[in-house]
């Protein structure tokens, strides 16, 4: 059974910092691409970024330079750090993974490339 387990979330002011964690079990981790998404109240989910199996990352231009992904193999768990908050940065964040990403190509940015999903942590940015 898959899963996985985001935490870290929590209240920030803005400029502060904050971690995020999901850690995964049931995957073939190593293998899978793994992404962080996010969704505002009244909002559609909105793409973050993406640490490809090949530890690669590539980032939505709204976090890019202030967020980073990284991912530890022999933990199975994949990371979102993130620096220089803003209050427009208040979402629940979701993490998610691609088991399939070696057999077929999909769009990083779209949901639809994810077969599995966390429970999504809640981060809120104060100004």
């Known amino acids: 059974q898959v899963q996985l387990v985001e935490s870290g979330g929590g209240l920030v002011q803005a400029g502060g910092s904050l971690r995020l964690s999901c850690a995964t079990s049931?995957?073939?981790?190593?293998?899978?691409?793994m992404g962080w998404f996010r969704q505002a109240p009244g909002k559609e989910r909105e793409f973050v970024g993406i640490t490809w199996k090949s530890r690669d990352e590539y980032y939505a231009d709204s976090v890019k330079g202030r967020f980073t992904i990284s991912r530890d193999n022999a933990k199975n768990t994949v990371y979102l750090q993130m620096n220089s908050l803003k209050p427009e940065d208040t979402a629940v964040y979701y993490c998610?993974?691609?088991?399939?990403?070696?057999?077929?190509?999909?769009?990083?940015?779209?949901?639809?490339?994810?077969?599995?999903w966390g429970q999504g942590t809640q981060v809120t940015v104060s100004s």
């Open positions: 998610a993974a691609d088991p399939y990403a070696s057999i077929r190509y999909a769009a990083p940015a779209s949901p639809n490339k994810y077969v599995h």
């Open positions: 049931g995957l073939t981790f190593s293998m899978d691409d």
